[in-house]
């Protein structure tokens, strides 16, 4: 009976490592297909053809920073492309929920998907996601990784970049906007038609309050900014 189970288990195993490299090999294949298509320099002359008003990092306020990587991937400076905790963590709850809940994305990789493959949650683009996202951290720095990715992600209201948003959304230039303005913007393209203003403006609230709180949290604010924030909203 025990050689049977010990048999058993060698055989899940080696099922599941089968399974594990058929996705790996798939991921793989296609991300070869979409970097051979088009190089990431190619990828990047392409993008600030097409951005109208392409913004730098440097034209960002320092807040927005701040507030996108609180609420979006805390560890962005520190990472190379993936952020191993957060699809941990993103692994636990989409076994526990039975779907693609969670993601685990770095910015990196969004900027890897939105540039290059599709917004459906598969297996096979989630890893061909991570090699490109690895691609992308080694041709590129993260201050120009972080323009690529809001200067290519959709604000909603038809807003395609922080340019675009800033503009339509408070009638500024990214530089100018202040913190309210931020942290409101800076919650949006997690789901730009629920998150937009325009469309529901408690739900956008809401997702600020969010956005507040973790900046609260990794101590990019104090908590008499957050506070002022949030009387104001």
């Known amino acids: 009976m025990k050689k049977f189970f010990r048999i058993l288990i060698i055989l899940i195993i080696l099922t599941v490592i089968s399974i594990v490299g058929f996705f790996v090999y798939q991921g793989y294949s296609l991300y070869k297909e979409a970097i051979n298509e088009m190089s990431i320099e190619a990828k990047i002359e392409e993008i600030k053809g097409d951005v109208s008003e392409y913004i730098e990092f440097e034209q960002l306020p320092k807040d927005y920073v701040n507030a996108v990587i609180a609420v979006e991937d805390r560890r962005f400076f520190s990472h190379n492309g993936v952020d191993a905790i957060s699809i941990i963590r993103a692994i636990i709850t989409d076994i526990r929920t039975m779907k693609l809940a969670e993601g685990g994305s770095t910015i990196t990789q969004q900027l890897a998907k939105n540039v290059y493959f599709t917004q459906r949650k598969e297996f096979t683009r989630k890893i061909a996601e991570i090699f490109m996202a690895f691609e992308f951290e080694k041709e590129c720095s993260k201050e120009e990784i972080f323009e690529l990715y809001v200067n290519t992600i959709y604000f909603g209201d038809g807003y395609y970049c922080i340019y675009d948003a800033s503009n339509g959304y408070f009638d500024k230039m990214p530089n100018e906007m202040n913190l309210y303005e931020c942290t409101l913007l800076a919650g949006i ?4 038609s629920v998150y937009s203003p325009n469309v529901n403006p408690e739900l956008s609230k809401q997702r600020q309050a969010q ?17 002022k924030i949030l009387n104001e909203m």
Do not use: D, G, R
């Open 189 to 192: 393209p997690n789901a730009p």
């Open 211 to 227: 956005v507040l709180n973790k900046m609260l949290k990794y101590e990019f604010i104090t908590e008499e900014e957050a506070n």
